[in-house]
C-alpha cells in the first residue's frame, strides 16, 4: 500500500481539501423535538415496519427527530457544486475527532490513530475482522460476543465464515455487567458494545479496563463498538476503550465510532476507527482499501465534518430530550426495563412483566398498542422473552405512546 492508494494525514493534501471549514451557522434555540415530525416519502427503513396505519414503528434504532442543521446546510452548500467526483481525505478532518474526544469526553486521542471512513460501523467492524484473521490458521480461534448484542455481531461473524462464542452477560439489580472472569482461550477478538445495545448501560471505567486486559491475556483483540457512546445521557460519563485500557494493552484495543447514531444520520455511510497500534491500522487500511474504501469520501466528510465542528449544542438539547423521555418510560414501565438506560434511545424490556405472552410478546403488542418493537430473540440468546424500543421520538409522539401503554395495564 503507498501513502497515495491511502490518503493518510500529509501536508500535501492540506490545500487539496474538498470541504471547507463551514461558517458558524445561525442559532437555533428550537431543534424541533417537540413538533410531529413527518418522515413519510423519505424512504426510511424503519417506518417501513409500521405495517398498518397509526402504527408507532419503535423498533430499528434511528431517531424521529430532525438532525441538526448543520448537517443539512453543509450538503446543500456542498451540492451546489455540481462536481461530485473522487476527493482526498480532509486532514481536518483527523483533527476534528481529536477535538472532540477531547472537549466531549476528556479523552486524548492521538490524531494518526484515526481512520476516517466512508463506509457504516457493520461494515468497517467486518473488514477489520478479516485484518485481524490470522492468514491460514483454520479452525480459528472464535470471535466472543458478550449477550445479548445488537445482533449485527452474530451476524457478520456468520456471513464472514468466522466461529463465534457468545458469554451471556450476568444481569445484577443495578443492570447488566460486563464478564469478570477469565475469558475463553484463545479467541480472535471480542466484540463490545459500549455502551450496550440493546439496554443502554454505560461501562463503568474501570470494568472496560479489566476486559481490555483478559482480552489481551487471551490474546484477543478487544473492538469496542461505540456507535451510542456520544449519546450518554448527562450524569453519564462514557468510557473510551482505546484511552481506557492500560497503555501496556492499547495496541490490542479499536474503538468504532460513527457520527451516524448521535447525529440521526445512519443513511450517509460515515465511520471511523480509533487504532492505536500502527501495524494493525495499516491491516486495516488496506483490507478496506481492497473493497474500493478509502479515506476521504465526499459525503462522510462533508457529514462528518458539518456534525463534529457544529453539532455540539444540537446534540446538547438532544441528550436533555432523550433523558427527559427515558424518565417518562422508566417511571412508567418500572421493573419492566431489565436494565436502567444510561445512554442512547433503547429500552430492553421483559416482556411477561409487561403482561405480554414472552414468544409472541412483538405481535401482542403491535395489536394491542399500535407500537413496533424488535423481538429480543434478535440479540442472541437469553433475548427471547425480550422487546427492545426506540423512544427517540418528539414529544406529542412520546405522549400517545405512554397513552397506549397504558392498555398494558388493562385486563
Ligand atoms: C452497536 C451498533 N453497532 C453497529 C451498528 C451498525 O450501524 P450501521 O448499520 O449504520 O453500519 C448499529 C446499528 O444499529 C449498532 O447499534
Same mark, same amino acid.
Given at each position: 500500500?503507498?501513502?497515495?492508494?491511502?490518503?493518510?494525514?500529509?501536508?500535501?493534501?492540506?490545500?487539496?481539501?474538498?470541504?471547507?471549514?463551514?461558517?458558524?451557522s445561525?442559532?437555533?434555540?428550537d431543534?424541533?423535538?417537540? @413538533?410531529?415530525?413527518?418522515?413519510? +416519502?423519505?424512504?426510511?427503513?424503519?417506518w417501513a415496519r409500521?405495517?398498518?396505519?397509526g402504527? %408507532?414503528p419503535?423498533?430499528?434504532?434511528?431517531?424521529?427527530l430532525?438532525?441538526?442543521?448543520?448537517i443539512?446546510?453543509?450538503?446543500?452548500?456542498?451540492?451546489?457544486?455540481?462536481?461530485? +467526483?473522487?476527493?482526498?481525505?480532509?486532514?481536518a478532518?483527523?483533527a476534528?475527532?481529536?477535538?472532540?474526544?477531547?472537549?466531549?469526553?476528556?479523552?486524548?486521542?492521538?490524531?494518526?490513530? %484515526?481512520?476516517?471512513?466512508?463506509?457504516g460501523p457493520?461494515?468497517?467492524?467486518?473488514?477489520?475482522?478479516?485484518?485481524?484473521?490470522?492468514d491460514a490458521?483454520?479452525?480459528?480461534?472464535?470471535?466472543?460476543?458478550?449477550?445479548?448484542?445488537?445482533?449485527?455481531?452474530?451476524?457478520?461473524?456468520?456471513a464472514a465464515?468466522?466461529p463465534?462464542? $457468545?458469554?451471556?452477560?450476568?444481569l445484577g439489580?443495578?443492570g447488566?455487567r460486563?464478564?469478570?472472569?477469565p475469558?475463553?482461550?484463545?479467541?480472535?477478538?471480542?466484540?463490545?458494545?459500549?455502551?450496550?445495545?440493546?439496554?443502554?448501560?454505560?461501562?463503568?471505567?474501570?470494568?472496560?479496563?479489566?476486559?481490555?486486559?483478559?482480552?489481551?491475556?487471551?490474546g @484477543?483483540?478487544?473492538?469496542?463498538?461505540?456507535?451510542?457512546?456520544?449519546?450518554?445521557?448527562?450524569?453519564?460519563?462514557?468510557?473510551?476503550?482505546?484511552?481506557?485500557?492500560?497503555?501496556?494493552?492499547?495496541?490490542?484495543?479499536?474503538?468504532?465510532?460513527?457520527?451516524?447514531?448521535?447525529?440521526?444520520?445512519?443513511? %450517509?455511510?460515515?465511520?471511523? @476507527?480509533?487504532?492505536?497500534?500502527?501495524?494493525?491500522?495499516?491491516?486495516?487500511?488496506?483490507? #478496506?482499501?481492497?473493497y474500493?474504501?478509502?479515506?476521504g469520501?465526499l459525503?462522510?466528510?462533508?457529514?462528518?465534518?458539518? @456534525?463534529?465542528r457544529?453539532?455540539?449544542?444540537? #446534540?446538547?438539547?438532544?441528550?436533555?430530550?432523550?433523558?427527559?423521555?427515558?424518565?417518562?418510560?422508566?417511571?412508567?414501565?418500572?421493573?419492566?426495563?431489565?436494565?436502567?438506560?444510561q445512554?442512547?434511545?433503547?429500552?430492553?424490556?421483559?416482556?411477561?412483566?409487561?403482561?405480554?405472552p414472552?414468544?409472541?410478546?412483538?405481535?401482542?403488542l403491535?395489536?394491542r398498542?399500535?407500537? $413496533?418493537?424488535s423481538?429480543?430473540a434478535?440479540?442472541?440468546?437469553?433475548?427471547?422473552?425480550?422487546?427492545?424500543?426506540?423512544?427517540?421520538?418528539?414529544?406529542?409522539?412520546?405522549?400517545?405512546?405512554?397513552?397506549?401503554?397504558?392498555?398494558l395495564?388493562?385486563?
Amino acid at each position: 500500500m503507498t501513502d497515495d492508494s491511502f490518503q493518510r494525514t500529509d501536508n500535501r493534501f492540506r490545500n487539496l481539501s474538498s470541504v471547507r471549514p463551514t461558517p458558524a451557522s445561525t442559532p437555533h434555540p428550537d431543534f424541533g423535538f417537540d @413538533a410531529p415530525f413527518d418522515r413519510a +416519502g423519505t424512504g426510511s427503513s424503519k417506518w417501513a415496519r409500521a405495517t398498518a396505519l397509526g402504527v %408507532i414503528p419503535m423498533g430499528l434504532a434511528d431517531m424521529d427527530l430532525p438532525g441538526p442543521p448543520a448537517i443539512a446546510e453543509a450538503l446543500e452548500r456542498r451540492a451546489r457544486h455540481r462536481a461530485y +467526483g473522487y476527493t482526498v481525505c480532509d486532514p481536518a478532518g483527523r483533527a476534528l475527532v481529536a477535538d472532540w474526544y477531547r472537549t466531549r469526553h476528556d479523552a486524548a486521542v492521538d490524531p494518526d490513530w %484515526i481512520l476516517l471512513l466512508p463506509c457504516g460501523p457493520r461494515t468497517a467492524l467486518r473488514v477489520l475482522l478479516e485484518s485481524v484473521l490470522p492468514d491460514a490458521a483454520r479452525p480459528q480461534a472464535p470471535v466472543l460476543l458478550p449477550t445479548p448484542e445488537w445482533g449485527g455481531f452474530a451476524q457478520l461473524c456468520r456471513a464472514a465464515g468466522l466461529p463465534y462464542r $457468545e458469554l451471556p452477560l450476568p444481569l445484577g439489580p443495578d443492570g447488566y455487567r460486563l464478564p469478570s472472569g477469565p475469558l475463553p482461550r484463545p479467541a480472535t477478538a471480542l466484540l463490545l458494545s459500549s455502551p450496550h445495545n440493546p439496554s443502554g448501560r454505560v461501562w463503568p471505567a474501570d470494568a472496560v479496563r479489566a476486559l481490555a486486559a483478559r482480552a489481551a491475556e487471551s490474546g @484477543a483483540l478487544l473492538v469496542s463498538d461505540e456507535v451510542h457512546g456520544d449519546l450518554t445521557h448527562p450524569g453519564h460519563a462514557h468510557p473510551v476503550a482505546v484511552t481506557t485500557a492500560d497503555p501496556a494493552h492499547r495496541h490490542l484495543v479499536v474503538t468504532l465510532n460513527s457520527v451516524g447514531k448521535t447525529f440521526n444520520c445512519s443513511g %450517509i455511510p460515515s465511520s471511523f @476507527a480509533l487504532v492505536p497500534d500502527p501495524g494493525l491500522r495499516a491491516r486495516f487500511a488496506e483490507a #478496506l482499501a481492497g473493497y474500493g474504501l478509502w479515506e476521504g469520501g465526499l459525503l462522510e466528510q462533508t457529514v462528518q465534518q458539518a @456534525a463534529l465542528r457544529e453539532g455540539g449544542p444540537w #446534540l446538547d438539547t438532544l441528550l436533555d430530550h432523550l433523558a427527559a423521555a427515558r424518565t417518562r418510560l422508566t417511571d412508567r414501565l418500572g421493573p419492566a426495563v431489565r436494565s436502567a438506560p444510561q445512554a442512547s434511545y433503547l429500552l430492553w424490556l421483559d416482556a411477561a412483566a409487561l403482561g405480554l405472552p414472552p414468544a409472541e410478546a412483538r405481535r401482542t403488542l403491535l395489536e394491542r398498542c399500535g407500537l $413496533e418493537a424488535s423481538d429480543g430473540a434478535e440479540f442472541g440468546p437469553g433475548g427471547r422473552g425480550s422487546l427492545r424500543l426506540n423512544y427517540a421520538l418528539p414529544s406529542p409522539v412520546l405522549a400517545t405512546v405512554l397513552e397506549r401503554l397504558e392498555r398494558l395495564e388493562r385486563p
